[in-house]
């Protein structure tokens, strides 16, 4: 499972929880302006936007799960297992693969309003990056300072919706998160007086009560529930050390602890990253499992005319600052 979120208060962040069960080599990789796309279906992407975001990067390609470029535009692809369907390439749309759809946005686009306009003609296909490396089937949240989208594409089509929430998780389709927000619409951060009977005398006894029924457990469904709840509520302070530091609150609320979703024997899915971009600004902040002292890589501080991949590798193990 996984979990992206978008929060705004002097700077715009963009981030997700990466749920897995493998690494598959994760780093944080720059793709500087000059770096060459080979696109599967013809032609090249080259002088484009610069972008840094969590990748794993074959052949000296940067397969990005999550990015932001230079504009402070945002992209993210989460699990969308048996809905995502890819289509083969067809004569006078953008053919684009799936491995391909992060580095073609943001390499194009600046805003949202761009990426909109460039999805219209965009057919999205099933070529796989390698044949051993078996297509990821994903579904996307798309947003800047001003505007979120999701996008989906299904046998049915291509879907693109607003996304008021500015929240992605996985199955079933996003229309369907949105429509179950309504059963939790009585939810609220104060307590409630008590609307259940005239003739009781019911009183709050613990503080929080106001939130009770907001689901706790682990599914896509109710991680979307719950992350939405708590980043629809969520309130801190403009600086940079309390606007990232209330994104990682955020996204904590739907970490997932080894032990808690099993998938086989011995293989449990846990929370393999945490992601945070001030887009802005271009920073990419992240923790890890093993490792929960945020660590930050500044776009900014690399030359983004080059032509060649940067990359680093994730700091691991947790640091303690000992304090004696
Ligand atoms: C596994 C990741 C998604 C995590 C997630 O959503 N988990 C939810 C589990 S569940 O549905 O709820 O069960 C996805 C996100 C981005 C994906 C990667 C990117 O799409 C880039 C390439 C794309 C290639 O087709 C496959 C390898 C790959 C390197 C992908 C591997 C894997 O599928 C990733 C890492």
Redesign the pocket.
Known sequence: ??TAATYKTKDFYFGRT???EIS?GDQVVITPRNYVFDLRSGGQLKSHYAMIGMA?VMQDYP???DAVNEKGLGIA???F?GNAHYNKPVADKDNIT??ELIPWILGKCATVKEARALLENLNLTDI??MEK????Q?HWIIADKEACITLECMESGMKVYDNPVGVLT??PPFDYQMFNLNNYMHLAVANHPNTFSDELVLNPYSRGMGGMGLPGDLS?QSRFVRVSFVKMNSLSGDSEEESVSQFFHILGSVDQQRGCCKLGEDKY?ITLYTSCCNTDKGIYYYNTYDNHQISAVDMHKEDLDGEKLISYALVKGEQFFKQN
């Open positions: 499972m996984c990466l749920d897995y598959y794993c397969l990005y799960y692809g989460l699990n297992v799936q491995f796989p990056f490396l078996p297509m990821a994903l996985n199955n896509s899915e």
